[in-house]
């Protein structure tokens, strides 16, 4: 299965003020974020369980994909050249990142989802009950 989204735009509202690479990094304002070109590709394996009495998903693999993103976080170190330049590092480097985030967020995700459709197809028996 696949989910496609051509522009995923994310807005808000942020306050910063730390340090990136030991220089401080400020900002409050209005953000926006455009996920350009997402898709989420899912691959299931099904198979029987309980002796062929049920459809059970087996295996669930999942791809995220970015083609590529543009991030805006207005009024970022006082606006102007300097947080134009870090916006658009950000933009760049924003696939990457989410790549960093999708390893350790995607498995516990497909897990929760594999129980819940195997919890939902225990309802729906391949084989008839028997009678009481």
Known sequence: MTIEQAVLELNGTYTMEGNALGLPVTGDGNFRIDLNDLRFLFYTYFGLSNFG????????????????????????????????????????????????VEAKVLPPFLTTLTDAINEVLLNYPLLPLPSK
């Open 53 to 100: 009495k049920y459809i059970q998903c087996k295996l669930m693999t999942a791809d995220f994909l970015l083609g590529d993103a543009d991030v805006h976080f207005n009024n970022l170190m006082g606006g102007g050249v300097t947080g134009g330049l870090i916006n658009e590092a950000l933009s760049a480097e924003l696939p990457f990142l989410l790549s960093i």
